[in-house]
């Protein structure tokens, strides 16, 4: 991803993949009746911190619901809202120049006033 090209990281529910979510949770629900359960879904939850041991992953989420945050330890880790995310620029047409974000994008965007505008 490029500097000059911050992207938007909203996770609303019209920008994830349906398909892939369906999937994933058809996926989970068989694993739960057949009783033998490798993939555990966590909704609603944001990466706190991930610590590697040899045999495993150490993961601390935080329940946005609740603000829990519990630690998880897995064999492997996937990451997958199934969200694609679109550079701010494509959202907001010119007003998008005023809006100053992180080479990951920066869900919390605003137009910075008073200020020029960012060069592309």
């Known amino acids: ?7 938007a990281a909203a996770t609303h529910y019209w920008a994830i993949n349906a398909e892939l ?3 994933l949770n058809r996926r989970e629900s068989t694993e739960r009746v057949d009783g033998h359960r490798r993939l555990f879904l ?3 939850t944001g990466k706190l ?3 590697g041991t040899d045999d495993a992953a150490r993961l601390r989420v ?7 945050k519990p630690e998880i330890l897995c ?4 990451f997958a809202s199934g969200f694609e995310s679109t550079p701010i620029s494509d959202l907001l047409a010119d007003v998008g120049r005023f809006c100053h974000a992180d080479v990951h994008g920066d869900r919390h965007s ?3 006033t008073g200020r020029a505008p960012m060069k592309r």
């Open 1 to 7: 991803m490029s500097a000059s090209r911050p992207t």
């Open 110 to 112: 605003t137009a910075a």
């Open 49 to 51: 911190d991930i610590a």
């Open 62 to 68: 935080m329940r946005r619901m609740n603000g829990e």
């Open 42 to 44: 966590h909704g609603c």
């Open 21 to 23: 979510v369906s999937e």
């Open 75 to 78: 064999d492997v880790l996937v």
